[in-house]
Antibody
């Protein structure tokens, strides 16, 4: 059973950069065909896909965030990471990591981590 | 971008009721559609993928149908633990999108 766990700061100051890490256990992050995604949910709102990284290392991002986001993978640590720059209050949300992406549903999710952007 | 709409946005039903939620896509997505259940304070949980395939471990009272632009999620006999918000999601396009959600309230 694949398990995912997000880690990172719960509070970030405006204009700063958010860095979150997702640790994958119970399965290989380098399995053929797997996408690894970041998804966020603003308080009381719906779900927004941020982007994904393919097992090969290629990435795809939501155009609405593309100028500020990057996703990377560290296979030796079984982790993939999200970096989101120039934060504003509008980036306050619960951030989830999940397995899945284009042509693949999100079948395993982390528990989510609340990130608040505030001074 | 492929936009997804869901109807209704909210429904209140009794235990044992048959419940149907509709998801419509702004363009054809074949059967690249999934349904998720989200309990308050929890991560979404995959119920159905490929429009009609039940995810392992999901109760058989959940079923999905449709293709192209119109899809449905049916709960055949609503149980108290089904109080949740349900989202559809398309995974055909490079920009992955979710529907706005349907909140199911138990009467």
């Amino acid at each position: 059973q694949v398990q995912l766990q997000e880690s990172g700061p719960g509070l970030v100051q405006p204009s700063q950069t958010l860095s979150l890490t997702c640790t994958v256990s119970g399965g290989s992050i380098y399995s053929g065909g797997d996408y690894w995604s970041w998804i966020r949910q603003h308080p009381g709102k719906g779900l927004e896909w941020i982007g994904h990284i393919y097992y090969s290392g290629s990435t795809s991002y939501n155009p609405s965030l593309k100028s500020r986001v990057s996703i990377s993978v560290d296979t030796s640590k079984h982790q993939f990471s999200l970096r989101l720059t120039s934060l504003t209050a509008a980036d306050t949300a619960v951030y989830y990591c999940a397995r899945g992406g284009r042509l693949n549903p999100f079948d395993f999710w982390g528990q989510g981590t609340l990130v608040t952007v505030s001074s | 971008d492929i936009q997804l709409t869901q109807s209704p946005s909210f429904l209140s039903a009794s235990v044992g009721d048959r419940v149907t939620i509709t998801c419509r896509a702004s363009q054809g997505i074949s059967t690249y559609l999934a349904w998720y259940q989200q309990q308050p304070g929890k991560a979404p949980n995959l119920l159905i993928y490929a429009a009609s395939t039940l995810q392992s471990g999901v109760p058989s009272r959940f079923s999905g149908s449709g293709s192209g632009t119109e899809f449905t999620l049916t709960i055949s006999s609503l149980q108290p633990e089904d109080f949740a918000t349900y989202y559809c999601q398309q995974f055909k396009d490079y920009l992955l999108t979710f529907g706005p959600g349907t909140k199911v309230d138990i009467k």
